[in-house]
């Protein structure tokens, strides 16, 4: 009976405080949002103007996974078993110990390269060195980082602290974690990096007997790959192979492939520095629809909106502590002495 | 009289040896034995986590849902001491308790999972710092609720030692740390939202928004008041003590508009987005998806009128039903409508739900300790301890 007295008493008797408590901490917030300085949208990056990436051909590969071999010794990775016998590396997928792996697209009787029906075709995974990485933009720590020139994706175990939000986040699946040790890396491709000041580039392309990955600037690779859509199916063409910027000509003759006019990473999420060319539908051979706007400039928007400067927080921090100190001393005059204090 | 000034906080006292206390020392050594095992040969070796699904439940479960769950110490600050409700007073040190166990074990959960755990300072080392993520601003955050949390907390502990000088030095700048302790868990509870943004095109379009900051944080004041509506029927049962219904029928009046406000956002933005017929096809998420919002409604249902908000046994369905709802939010959101291509699935394994458990047993076990042993529940009437001795 007590009970049900003040649950109808109690409130009446502080509307008007509640009224002036809202307005009073509305007030202040309002005042903290219009204060802290209208942030600009992070616009989507841009690929660096030298940045160094790869062309993937699907047409040119002929699946002999030679890449996927010379990229594990690159990169010092143990062998992957996918076999009961487990005498040869046959990994599945990419992992935290495989940084680059062919795919087979296969439909129907699987009779012709390149044909969505009945056919089949191949597709490099690996890192697409993104313009504007959502793993860069993810990661807490400074261990994911785009180099400023060559916009190389490039991972620091030294700095990481394991969260694998790079893992979630990347919309190709790329970063890798190693869950089968107590002191797991990530792996991921890294454009050979370490090798360059050896005279070497990216192992798989190095090695690609059909120029199907090709290594060099993007911004040539972007020519190179505009210019094989822009030729007839069917017809002659010479094709480059290894890096496109240097080293000894092995160009060869080959056929136009039957290419989808559309060049993967041209514009993806802001482009990317690895690039590809495919005669079946992209999203048939796993690579997703990505819009030109990034989602790491969404997501980077809303993070310096709300926090740019740490404006906003101080300022509802500000506001906060005048209210609950006004609040606090106001609880404490009423009992000065209450047993247990409610002084708070 | 009675009404202006509730009783003080005591402890509730009696033995802390019982059914409910063994089982939670038992829980709690079984998880410390699994987390020997992970420490020693990685998480592959007791967790079903992939590349697909590399955040499993100790991540989304224990720190993202965890966490949300210990909104009830902020939620019922934000009423107090913002909204200046002094009656809602007695409310506060065991909504706090509750808040205080369930980041501190969200905290330890997460380096657990840490797969490179040696290296967690480098959240608090200016060299390491990445402002651009949404981790970083989550991780920062929490750790600093963290410690404020306990600050605010300590109260509880000097009045028990005695120490009465200390207690009032620190209350003449608890204000700063109340003020902490609501915006820290506004910051980072938002940023739990915004940290599928980045996921782009994985996440589906239903819980794919910009607004993610907004509804997470709006979610999470609600499951604040969910909770204590929960915890204060259960600390009554289990302590045959009252239930506060003079406070929690209000209460629950204030979760209700602000439950209202919640539907009106989410809806408004899934509908703007063009993204609502997602809601009408035939899949587990969209079933996931009215599942979720179903348990939003429900409340209204149960306590829509304050006749109905008198009956403890509705409150009670009520705040399962609010933190269902909240549960649901983030596992869908993380998990259950989570694509990564095909080929990829997770399901918890036997272990990593041992480990939930475990620190959900050391919760509890943590509340009965501190509530028998220090002045956090309100004192009880004289006549109701009689009828219970």
Known sequence: MDNDRSASTAPVGNRREFIRGCLAAGGAALAAATTSRPAAARETYQRPPEALGLLYDATLCIGCKACVAACKRANDNPPEFSTVDKLWDTPLDTSGYTFNIIKMYRHGTMQTKDAEENGYAFMKTSCMHCADPSCVSACPVTAMTKDPTTGIVAYDADACVGCRYCVVACPFGIPKYQYDSPTGK?????????????????ACAEVCPTGATLYGRTSDLLAEAKRRLALKPGSLTIYPRGNLNGGPDQSYEGYVGNYKQHVYGETEYGGTQVLKLSAVDFEKVGMPYLSPKSSASTSETIQHTLYGGLLMPFAVLGAMTYVAKRNVSRAGEAPPEAPGGEGR | MSTLHPAPPAPVGGSLFGATTLICGVLMTVMAAIIVVRMFFGLASVTNLNDGYSWGLWVVGDVFIGSALACGGFSVALLVYIFNQGQYHPLVRPALLGSLFGYTLAGAAITVDLGRWWNFWHIFWPAYFNVNSVMFEVAACITLYIIVMWIEFSPVFLEKLGMREARQKLNKVLFV???????????????????????????NPLWQTPLQPLIYLLSAIILGYGVVLFESCVAASAYR?????????????????????????????????????????PNYVALSFWVENACFIAPFLLIGSVEARRNPARLFLAGIAVMLSGILLRLNGFLIAFDTGPGWSYFPSVAELLVTLGIFAAEVFGYIYITRRFPVLPREPVPARAAQA
């Open chain 2, 177 to 203: 740390f109340i003020a902490l302790g609501i915006v820290l868990p506004m910051m980072h509870q938002a940023s739990l939202g915004t940290m599928l943004v980045v996921m782009g095109g994985q996440v």
């Open chain 1, 186 to 202: 990530i792996g991921k491709c890294e454009l050979c990096r370490h090798r360059y000041q050896n005279g070497h580039y990216s």
């Open chain 2, 241 to 281: 003590r009252q239930i506060e219904l003079h406070l929690l029928n209000p209460m629950a009046r204030v979760m209700l508009g602000t439950m209202a406000f919640y539907l009106l956002v989410r809806f408004a933005d899934v509908i703007w987005r063009d993204a609502f017929a997602l809601a009408f096809q």
